[in-house]
């Protein structure tokens, strides 16, 4: 039986948390099929260190069922015309900016925070190269999509895949040298997402890079923001993005490394869709 490692957690604001570290079953892809306790990782110390399966998050089950948990909804929205409406023709431009802020094989071993639909998973195994990445997931239905396009896309060997907590990654402190968020923060609640943001960052070794695509801050200029009707309808359908809207992101990433004994930088930062939605790079370093 798996141990549960247990650690505590800093958090920006000087509290901490209790984090246990049985997260859950990773599986590394191979063309061939898996034995029933799973196939082993070419790159070992890319596993995580306990298998017992996460529960889902309060949040995801009550908010987000619909989207990311009802089989009908997440094989509709995994379709690329489908995604693409959703965020009004700008994926292309989403998932090509973050893929290049990687920086290729300088990317080094990448871990996906939250696999996402659309293209992106296969896209960023083209780009630091499938031994050198890791897709966290705490639904095993996401799992099951990201291993599918890998395969039908032939860059599953070496592909780490784990089902996984984000607020309570099973990986040792500077385990990563890139980690990357893809439209994941908006989703998460306020004191959810501090969380989330320390884990990665505390992943990430200094001389690292934390890599992210997201909705902009609010501003009195984009018509999206102005019109009161959308912005009811957008706080609907996703319920915490007024809170991310209003959140200063880099004053967030920078807190959160400081209390991890780490400086988080800006070095590149792009937007799309008039500042709709944008795209950060933070270089991480040792404070």
Same mark, same amino acid.
Request: proline content about 7%; glycine content about 6%; hydrophobic content about 40%.
């Given at each position: ?15 901490? /948390? ?8 990773? /599986? ?47 094989? +509709? ?8 409406? /959703? ?88 385990? +990563?040298?890139?980690?990357?968020? $893809? ?40 018509? $999206? ?8 309808? +957008? ?40 500042? $709709? ?11």
């Amino acid at each position: 039986m798996p141990r549960s490692t247990r650690r505590r957690v800093m958090q920006g604001d000087g509290s901490q /948390i209790s984090c246990s570290g049985s997260s859950a079953d990773s /599986i590394a892809l191979a063309p061939t099929t898996p034995n029933p306790a799973g196939s082993i990782s070419r790159s070992h110390d890319r596993r995580p260190k306990t298998t017992a399966a996460p529960a889902l998050p309060d949040y995801l089950v009550r908010h987000y069922w619909w989207a990311y948990l009802w089989r009908p909804a997440v094989w +509709f929205f995994d379709h690329q015309p489908i995604i693409d409406c /959703i965020v009004f023709g700008q994926y292309t431009a989403l998932r090509e900016q973050t893929l290049a802020l990687l920086d290729g094989d300088q990317a080094g071993d990448t871990l996906l925070i939250a696999s996402a639909y659309g293209d992106v998973v296969p896209g960023l195994a083209r780009t630091v190269g499938p031994d050198h990445l890791t897709v966290i997931d705490v639904a095993p239905i996401q799992i099951e999509r990201a291993r599918n396009k890998l395969l039908k896309a032939e860059l599953a060997s070496g592909v780490n895949l784990a089902l996984m907590d984000a607020e309570c990654l099973s990986y040792g402190d500077d385990r +990563f040298d890139s980690s990357v968020f $893809f439209l994941l923060l908006h989703e998460l609640p306020p004191p959810v997402r501090r969380r989330v943001v320390s884990e990665a960052l505390r992943v990430t070794r200094p001389g690292g890079r934390l890599v992210l695509a997201e909705y902009g801050a609010e501003t009195d200029r984009h018509p $999206f923001h102005r019109w009161r009707p959308l912005r009811w309808l +957008f706080g609907t359908a996703e319920p915490f993005l007024p809170t991310l809207w209003a959140l200063d992101l880099d004053r967030l990433i920078v807190e959160q490394a400081a209390a991890l004994g780490k400086r988080a930088i800006v070095d590149t930062h792009s937007t799309v869709f008039d500042g $709709f939605y944008r795209i950060n790079r933070y270089r991480i370093e040792a404070a």
